[in-house]
């Protein structure tokens, strides 16, 4: 089972940009998933989840400028963010509760996109 995530890149402050996740592999079940974020000397934090049938939750900071949703025919999880800050900065990570196919639920994670917002 992997994660892959993609659409990261270097953006001007209230600039918009999507970032995308992919779970591949032998899956039977995919519970929630969703974005967290890693700035640097800062602990992760969850930005964003979703569940399976599509209830999100999203941290204080990014409430009304970002989006999550998934696909869950692509196994797919997006974050649609909005109105990029500089204090957004940081490498982003895809996560997901997955149960393999003939094995036990976990969580699993992407490689990580930066997302950098400067002037």
């Known amino acids: 089972v992997q994660l892959q995530a993609s659409g990261g890149g270097v953006m001007l402050p209230g600039d918009s940009l999507r970032l995308s996740c992919t779970a591949s592999g032998r899956i039977f079940d995919i519970g929630i998933m969703g974005w967290y974020r890693q700035a640097p000397g800062q602990q992760r934090e969850m930005v964003a989840e979703i569940t399976s049938v599509g209830t999100p939750n999203y941290a204080d900071s990014v409430k009304g400028r970002f989006t999550i949703s998934r696909d869950n025919a692509k196994r797919m999880v997006s974050l649609q963010m909005e109105s990029l800050r500089p204090e957004d900065t940081a490498v982003y990570y895809c996560?997901?509760?997955?149960?393999?196919?003939?094995?036990?639920?976990?969580?699993?994670w992407g490689q990580g996109t930066q997302v950098t917002v400067s002037s």
């Open positions: 996560n997901a509760i997955i149960r393999p196919t003939g094995g036990r639920s976990g969580s699993y």
